[in-house]
């Protein structure tokens, strides 16, 4: 139950006032918890690392005591990733807490509690702005996550594209994407356990979505013809507002498959305490985590509306 200011007219002590911000945290739901898999961290440790490891080939054909082929999984890359701290705080003087009759103490650190949540979509919302680019995260010994010549292992081939050929949003298109995702091959030559289970774009593109996957027919002419994209997929759409390339849309498999995640360290809480000084209140919102991009498998990026 939510503490109104009505209710407690003079909220002055911490537990007030931590139920007023923790209420904006539990109301603000970041859109990527629904494909970026979360993984709270076990150990204590100032980093997250992750190793990669590439495929065994196919079993060998053996004969009635003929030994067996021994053989084991390509080295792959190591990923380290340090974790960082986000905190906003605000202090409020005493009077003004006596004196507040309109619930502004309330509403204000409501807000200063949503801000960790709009932080971490924020965060989150990088990884695929600037999937191109290696501005903020980069896998396979620096590369971008959106790249046409990435490596799975150090020493294999470059035969591994994560970045689509530019092209507006439609069926032709998202076909074209959908069956990259079939032709995809590991370090060995062998494909890939990939399937595409998200599309997330930019809102500007929602209708011409919503279109091609929900249309009984053939979205885009007059023929008889079965929507292909909406009976043989069954894609979940998400419109990110976090998005800030125009017109731009990601493909991403199953979250066990594809490589983004998101590592929390030490979740969101409130930190409060009096200024002796001034007799003010010093209240703070704080959290740990970090965002690891560990490998490119599972996605494709389209910039087409760049």
């Not at 396979?140 to 959106?146: E, P, V």
């Amino acid at each position: 139950m939510a503490i109104s200011p009505e209710s407690h007219p003079v909220a002055i002590n911490g537990a007030d006032l931590d139920a007023f911000a923790l209420e904006g945290m539990a109301t603000t739901d970041p859109i990527h918890r629904k494909f970026i898999p979360t993984f709270t961290a076990k150990s204590r440790s100032n980093k997250v690392e992750w190793a990669e490891y590439g495929n065994f080939g196919l079993l060998a054909k053996k004969r009635p005591n003929q030994g067996v082929l021994f053989s084991e999984p390509r080295e792959g890359y190591v990923q380290n990733k340090y974790y960082e701290v986000f905190a906003l705080g605000v202090m409020f003087a005493r009077e003004t807490i006596e004196d507040d009759r309109v619930g502004f103490v309330a509403s204000v650190l409501k807000r200063l509690g949503q801000a960790g949540p709009r932080t971490q979509e924020f965060l989150a919302a990088q990884i695929l702005n600037s999937a191109d680019a290696t501005t903020y995260h980069s896998v396979n010994g620096g590369s971008a996550l959106a790249s046409a010549t990435h490596r799975l292992v150090p020493g294999g081939p470059a035969n591994y594209s994560t970045l689509l050929t530019p092209a507006a949003f439609s069926s032709i298109s998202l076909e074209a994407a959908l069956s990259s995702f079939d032709s995809r091959t590991d370090d060995r030559g062998n494909p890939l356990d990939e399937d595409a289970e998200y599309l997330v774009y930019d809102p500007v593109l929602k209708w011409k979505v919503c279109e091609v996957l929900q249309s009984p027919g053939d979205p885009e002419s007059d023929r008889r013809a079965v929507n292909a994209v909406g009976t043989l997929t069954n894609l979940k759409p998400i419109a990110w507002k976090y998005l800030t390339r125009t017109g731009a849309w990601f493909l991403l498999s199953k979250q066990n498959q594809h490589g983004i995640r998101f590592v929390l360290r030490a979740g969101l809480a409130t930190q409060n305490q009096g200024d002796l000084n001034t007799t003010s209140m010093i209240y703070v919102v704080r959290g740990r985590w970090t965002f690891i991009v560990m490998h490119p498998r599972g996605f494709r990026a389209n910039f087409a509306g760049a």
